[in-house]
């Protein structure tokens, strides 16, 4: 019979170590339409899609992403292809990047195009099907990774799903009128707020509903700048309600459209800004430069960045033929986990968003309002 082995350290030889910052990642706009072609060429993987995972080199398995806890992959679909049904534990922000296509989540179908933005929910049952003539390609961004390094990314396809879905129904219907958490206990145990709570309040959690949303880049867009001096705001967060507090697209990530006009004044030259969670840009329109950690990137309309890893600084300096960007962060997730931490200013404070006093004064990042 084998024993377990295991060790005991003191706290002062793990603690204090301080943040790992990997390097930032440029993925150009030729090597993505190169994998575009490649996948459109071979026959669709075991799973029935036709993807790849975008890889930092820096990742170590479990959870290969472009980040330690976000992953980005390409999905390819040909004219008349669909993706059999599945469902995972993971959320997931989706954007098109090429053609139109259905996407089906949670009971919901919607018809997107380029430059759309959509959110998957957590076990929701999803498909995507192309019924156009060119190929609808999308980039799908998830926190699968950090569900892979905590062991807990659940992946369900086909008949699973139905069985699922039958059980569950069976059990709800079995279990109706029975002890809910309506009819927990609820017992005060201190004056300072302390209470208890018996297991039905635990495990019947209220439901906050959570649906697909599509933000169509032709609704968005009027709310960006598109002249110089039009007054609009050059960033604007793709907000969903269900996340309340979290400020989200999804529970784990909020995306934001940024966007400036051609001929707009330059960005004055000066430090960045920094911020825990991490922030990963893909640049669909216009050119510009990025400065993280002290390195200048150059990047172009089809180009995808990892452009700011987690508390590295970093600015951003659009060209002056405009830019469009979808940036998307796990700041939802590190609010939940109440490790977001924010510099706007690197003389500045470091505030915990969400646990204290937010960032006010600014209209976009190192931008005062």
């Avoid at 002890?179 to 145990?189: H, K, N, S, V």
């Avoid at 934001?256 to 707009?264: D, N, V």
Wanted: net charge neutral.
């Amino acid at each position: 019979m084998s024993q377990a082995t295991h060790s005991m350290r003191r706290t002062d030889e793990i603690q204090g170590s301080g943040m790992t910052v990997w390097k930032p990642l440029h993925v150009p706009r030729a090597a993505i339409e190169a994998e575009i072609e490649r996948l459109a060429q071979e026959p669709p993987g075991r799973d029935g899609r036709r993807a790849s995972v975008i890889v930092h080199p820096e990742a170590t398995a479990p959870g290969l992403g472009l980040s330690p806890g976000v992953d980005v992959t390409i999905n390819v679909l040909k004219p008349g292809e669909a993706t059999p049904p599945m469902r995972r534990n993971a959320n997931q922000i989706e954007f098109c990047i090429r053609g139109r296509g259905i996407v089906t989540a949670g009971g919901q179908t919607a018809e997107v195009g380029r430059w759309d933005t959509w959110n998957i929910p957590s076990m929701r049952v999803h498909a995507h099907e192309n019924r156009s003539d060119d190929l609808f390609v999308r980039l799908t961004y998830s926190n699968a990774p950090l569900l892979e390094k905590l062991g807990i990314h659940f992946v369900e396809a086909g008949a699973q799903i139905r069985s699922q879905e039958r059980a569950a129904a069976a059990m709800a219907q079995a279990a109706a009128g029975k002890f809910t958490r309506e009819g927990a206990p609820d017992i005060a145990i201190t004056d300072a707020g302390a209470r208890l709570r018996g297991y039905e309040y635990l495990v019947d959690i209220e439901v906050v509903e959570n649906r697909m949303i599509v933000w169509p880049w032709a609704d968005a867009r009027r709310h960006l700048p598109a002249t110089p001096d039009d007054g609009k705001r050059g960033i604007m967060l793709l907000y969903n309600p269900a996340t309340g507090r979290r400020n989200g697209t999804t529970h784990s990530f909020f995306a934001t459209l940024s966007a400036s006009a051609p001929g707009t004044r330059p960005r004055p030259e000066g430090r960045g800004h920094k911020h825990s969670s991490v922030a990963i840009n893909y640049h669909f329109k216009g050119s510009g430069r990025s400065v993280v950690d002290g390195q200048v990137f150059h990047w172009e309309a089809g180009d995808l960045m990892l452009s700011a890893p987690s508390w590295s600084e970093h600015a951003h300096y659009p060209g002056a033929d405009g830019h469009a960007i979808l940036t998307v962060q796990d700041h939802p997730q590190q609010i939940g986990m109440e490790s977001l931490i924010w510099q706007e200013r690197m003389d500045g404070p470091i505030l915990t968003l969400g646990s204290e006093q937010g960032q006010t004064g600014y209209v976009g990042p190192r931008q005062a309002g």
